[in-house]
């Protein structure tokens, strides 16, 4: 037999085996990529958990609020505010208020001699308010025109700017956390309006309760509306998920040992997130710091005891 011959033969079949070897292997090259991750841990006790700051819940269903973001301004209470006119015309005898003045319902405001009948009446407050404008002064005609404005503020409204990508997502009854420096109050929308401005939005309009004085007129605020709320199987914390070796994990405590298991996740709101694989109902996970679960493991290999 030519020796040429005998070596192309012996280098097909080699080619030929390649194949059917690798098939072989895949199974083994699997089983030590999961040994691997099995063996990935860190060991620690309860008591150096609660040192730590390490906290952990249980997953479970639970439902996600879907929040927009809206801002805009408070704004006065048509129904709390008033422009007083005298009822008939005459000479202002007396004005008894000032601005910034407090005054409680049925409280004189000023007196006015009617050029009728020369007869002197009070002009009272219609409701209990603050006097935020005043054009009135003894001796001058009354003449129809207004001669003091009163507002209260123990109701006020939010008046919401909800641009057009927006604007199918907002409805009326919808709930709304709005805030401003350091205050948050819960409430609802109570309608939606045009812009009477010609503006390219609408507005909502969503009433608070006022009395501690904690929205100013005027002030800017920031509201965070429910537009949907979706019931999940699964739910766990954002702030458990954790980039590590490339796969998106969070860690599963078992006894005083913390195992990272990767996850695959859906829809999520501000706070919790949809799981969709690689964890099931009423296992428990590390739900505050487990950033350092991760690098201990990273810092220390396989597996690492405290």
């Given amino acids: 037999m030519n020796f040429f011959n005998q070596n192309r033969q012996y280098s097909t079949n080699k ?3 390649f194949p059917v070897i690798m098939l072989l292997l895949i199974p083994f090259m699997s089983l030590a990529s999961e040994d691997k991750h099995k063996g990935e841990m860190v060991t620690m006790s309860d008591n150096m958990a609660m040192v730590s700051g390490i906290s952990t819940v249980a997953v479970s269903a639970g439902q996600l609020n879907i929040l927009a973001t809206l ?36 409280d004189p405001l000023a007196t006015v001699e009617s050029n009728e009948s020369l007869k002197r009446y009070k002009v009272t407050s219609p409701f209990t308010g603050t006097i935020i404008a005043r054009h009135a002064n003894a001796g001058e005609l009354s003449n129809g025109q207004i001669l003091f404005s009163i507002a ?4 006020v409204w939010a008046q919401l700017k909800i641009f057009p990508k927006q604007r199918a997502a907002i409805k009326s009854g919808q709930k709304v956390w709005l805030s401003n420096t350091d205050f948050t109050q819960e409430s609802s929308i109570s309608h939606i309006v045009p812009s009477s401005e010609g503006k390219p939005y609408t507005l909502a309009f969503v009433k608070l309760s006022n009395t ?8 800017l605020l920031k509201a965070r509306v429910s537009t949907e709320t979706i019931n999940t199987p699964l739910l766990i914390p954002k702030i458990a998920i954790q980039k590590y070796e490339g796969r998106t994990v969070v860690f599963v405590k078992k006894d005083n040992e913390y195992h990272p298991r990767t996850i695959n996740f859906g829809r999520s709101d501000d706070i919790n997130i949809e799981v969709l ?27 690492h005891v405290h």
């Fill in 15 to 17: 080619m030929a085996l």
């Fill in 277 to 303: 694989a690689g964890l099931e109902a009423a296992e428990i996970i590390v739900s505050q710091n487990s950033y350092l679960i991760k690098a201990d493991l990273e810092k220390s290999g396989a597996g």
């Fill in 152 to 155: 209260s503020y123990d109701d």
């Fill in 212 to 219: 501690d004085g904690n929205w100013p007129v005027g002030a």
């Fill in 71 to 106: 801002f805009g301004d408070v704004t006065t209470d048509p129904a709390s505010l008033s422009h007083i006119r005298a009822r008939f015309d005459g000479v202002i005898s007396d004005v008894t208020v000032n601005l910034g003045d407090k005054v409680k319902r049925g």
